[in-house]
Each structure stands twice: as C-alpha cells, then as structure tokens.
C-alpha cells in the first residue's frame, strides 16, 4: 500500500503503534493469567493496564483527526527503516556550509 502524502505516512505509523499496542494488551493479559507468583501477575496486570490505556488513547487521536487504522503487513518498520536514509542524504552538509574543493582548509568561525 503505497502513501502519497504526509497525512497517510501519519495515518500509517498510528495504525501500527496501534496495532502493537492491541498486541501488547493481549500478550499481557494471557501472560497474566499463566502467573502463579502475586506479585509477577500485578505487574503483567498492570502492564496490561498500561497497555489498554495507549490503545484508547491511539483510537482518540484517529476521532480526532477523522481517520480509521488501516491494516498494515508488518512491514512498515522495515520501509521506514530502508528508505530513510535516502531522504536525508541531501541534507548531509551543515546549513551556510559548502564543501571545500580547493585543497585548503575553510579559516575558522
């Protein structure tokens, strides 16, 4: 699924913190289950919590800007992770600042 414009990379990147939210959620709510320990099962019951809490703030800020999640492959992290660098190669040079191609040293500022 190819994005256009900023909005969908936006929509895209929330759909998948969602989408590991809502895994994390589940992860540690059957994990907590498994717990014999008191202590270890509060603290996946909480994490769950936590995790509970994300998801519903995630699903406010898709209300809020009107948007559903969209289903992604998994890939995303792996996109985000080849293409960056390609988009910041332009910007590799200080601003106000011209490489040196005479031989000499730029004078210090």
Not at 24 to 51: D, G, H, N, W
Request: one cysteine or more.
């Amino acid at each position: 699924m190819a994005v256009s414009n900023p909005r969908e990379v936006f929509v895209h990147l929330l759909s998948d913190l969602r989408q590991n939210s809502e895994r994390s959620a589940k992860f540690y709510q059957e994990i907590s289950q498994l717990a014999q320990q008191p202590e270890i099962k509060e603290a996946l019951e909480a994490r769950a919590f936590v995790s509970n809490k994300t998801l519903a703030t995630l699903d406010q800020c898709f209300r809020l800007i009107g948007e559903q999640p969209v289903k992604l492959s998994g890939r995303i992290q792996e996109v985000f992770c080849r293409r960056l660098p390609q988009g910041t190669r332009r910007d590799t040079e200080p601003a106000g600042k011209a490489p040196v191609h005479s031989g000499q040293a730029q004078p210090p500022h």
